[in-house]
């Protein structure tokens, strides 16, 4: 299962995806967070940043994203229904994130009843070249690659699955490793249109 | 009006300088990871020639001009704004490139032409993986410049809508060659992009980047040149 995904993920990277030099990806989500850093301060303060809003605001722009690259996912990849939220999990490290920013973060740490997992970033490209403002609160509170939480919760939302994603680490705020934990919260039945006879 | 003057008797009593405050050390109070991984670990060149999904930059520029256009209340702001963003990363791509010149050959730009050249060639490879198309001064206007780029890769999946004709999102693009103007000591009025497209059936997303120097700069070039340097 998983060197089938990691098969397809290569494949697919190699041959159907059109590629930009990875810095300006860096550089221009770099140049989003600055102005949320400065546009989104605490009530009643100049320059004070309210980081908790940079987080969710990131996450929404993400959840955006998400609603959309999942097609695009789609219709690169040519996978269909995954059988299992384990399977899922694959497809999203090694196709997924494989695909558009060409890393394959670890699946590890399932929970016992397989619903929640964490990736782990050995890379981050959207990270590198990026120290936190050293004011004492970023490193507290920022979770600076909040996008990708958002991106997955979109992406999974348009394939009946809701779920919740967010950073539990980061290398940024001096932790040993960078991971995400992605929990299942429930799959999204057809549901009937309220006034549809 | 009162000139304060230096009274002498009043300085045979008080030294009359002030000394200078001791260097205060640099001090981070970040956390940083024992593994090794901090940005100041991992080599510079690294990541210079990674490779990312353009569908992925389009995302995040999408989102990137969303926000500023809901920021915005005119076709111009936006620009601005998108100007703006780039603009920081201009002063940091000057000192990142110039890094990564070969060792031997290595050399700043101190001409204006040499600095235009330097941004459409090595600063276009970096982030397009191409030169740009052409490079053209002004026959009317001796400290305008225009970086011409058939086809900016930045535009590859925007459509503009109608209202909007004037808009050219390629104004990001403009503020990155802005701040590296500026970060290189060649101060410019502005980076005005320009749609030059229409009709063209071979290159109908052409965008001109007009560099206006002010006229200081001018000058001393120059004075550089009188000076037969």
């Known amino acids: ?197 | 009006m009162a000139v304060p003057v230096a009274s002498p008797s009043a300085e045979e009593k008080t030294p009359s300088y002030v000394a200078i405050p001791p260097a205060k050390p640099f001090q981070s109070t970040l956390r940083y990871s024992s593994n090794r991984k901090t940005i100041y670990d991992r080599n510079l060149n690294r990541t210079k020639t990674t490779e990312i999904s353009l569908a992925s930059f389009a995302y995040l520029f999408n989102t990137l001009i969303t926000y500023h256009h809901s920021k915005s209340s005119s076709v111009s702001e936006i620009e601005h704004r998108l100007n703006r963003a780039g603009y920081p990363i201009g002063i940091k791509m000057l000192d990142l490139l110039l890094y990564r010149q070969p060792p031997r050959s290595a050399t700043r730009p101190t001409r204006i032409v040499e600095l235009l050249q330097f941004i459409h060639g090595t600063l276009w490879r970096a982030l397009f993986s191409r030169s740009a198309d052409a490079l053209e001064k002004s026959t009317t206007k001796n400290n305008e410049y225009m970086i011409i780029d058939n086809e900016p890769l930045v535009n590859t999946y925007i459509s503009i809508p109608k209202e909007m004709s004037q808009l050219n999102c390629a104004a990001f693009v403009g503020g990155i060659i802005e701040g590296m103007c500026d970060a290189a000591g060649f101060s410019t009025d502005a980076v005005s992009v320009h749609s030059a497209g229409e009709g063209d059936e071979m290159w109908p997303g052409k965008t001109i980047f007009l560099v206006r120097f002010k006229e200081s700069v001018v000058e001393r070039e120059e004075a550089i040149k009188a000076s037969g340097g």
């Not at chain 1, 040519?78 to 090694?94: H, L, P, V, Y």
């Open chain 1, 1 to 197: 299962m998983a060197t089938k995904a990691a098969r397809i993920g290569e494949e697919v990277w190699k041959s159907r995806v059109d590629k930009i030099n990875a810095e300006v990806v860096t550089l221009t989500y770099g140049t989003i967070v600055a102005q949320l850093c400065r546009d989104l301060t605490v009530p009643n303060t100049i320059n004070k940043t309210d980081y908790n809003a940079v987080n969710k605001e990131l996450d929404r722009m993400g959840y955006n994203m998400g609603l959309r690259l999942i097609e695009d996912f789609l219709a690169k990849t040519g996978t269909g229904q995954c059988s299992n939220f384990r399977e899922t999990a694959e497809m999203i490290s090694k196709v997924g994130f494989k695909v558009f920013i060409n890393i394959t973060p670890n699946v590890s740490n399932w929970s016992k009843d397989s619903d929640s997992f964490h990736l782990v970033f050995e890379e981050n490209p959207l990270a590198d070249f990026v120290e936190l403002p050293d004011d004492g609160r970023a490193q507290d509170e920022l979770w600076y690659s909040n996008i990708l939480c958002g991106v997955i919760r979109g992406a999974m939302e348009m394939v009946q699955m809701q779920i919740e994603a967010r950073f539990v680490s980061d290398v940024l705020r001096g932790d040993d490793t960078t991971e995400m934990r992605v929990t299942l919260i429930r799959i999204i039945e057809d549901e009937m249109p309220p006034d549809d006879e």
